[in-house]
């Protein structure tokens, strides 16, 4: 079993940052990969970002690319999402999500096997 747990939520004004964490624990897999995803209220869940543990170009939203930046620390099995210019469209629950699919890397929650329990971010105008 897989736990993940998101930190690093808050409420920022537009045109701040904030740094997610999402730390992995239990049986982890070096090859899985990572995801963010965030669900605004009323709004379905969107794919934010994804990161394979091994390396290779993220996958970023187009809503995103530009000013958040996807990383994560194998060491510490965590993934980071370091989000800058925020705007107040941003705002959501952002999830973090593990897919144990060897060399897969997709925007699709369906294709994800954990879930993190979510961290709220709120972006004031």
């Known amino acids: 079993q897989v736990q993940l747990v998101e930190s690093g939520g808050g409420l920022v004004q537009a045109g701040g940052s904030l740094r997610l964490s999402c730390a992995a624990s239990g049986r982890t897999f070096i090859t899985t990969t990572m995801g963010w995803f965030r669900q605004a209220p009323g709004k379905e869940r969107e794919f934010v970002s994804a990161?394979?543990?091994?390396?290779?170009?993220?996958y970023y939203a187009d809503s995103v690319k530009g000013r958040f930046t996807i990383s994560r620390d194998n060491a510490k099995n965590t993934v980071y999402l370091q989000m800058n210019s925020l705007k107040p469209e941003d705002t959501a629950v952002y999830y973090c999500?593990?897919?144990?699919?060897?060399?897969?890397?997709?925007?699709?929650?369906?294709?994800?096997?954990?879930w993190g329990q979510g961290t709220q971010v709120t972006v004031s105008s």
């Open positions: 999500a593990l897919d144990r699919t060897i060399g897969s890397i997709s925007s699709k929650g369906e294709e994800y096997d954990y």
């Open positions: 990161i394979r543990w091994s390396g290779g170009t993220p």
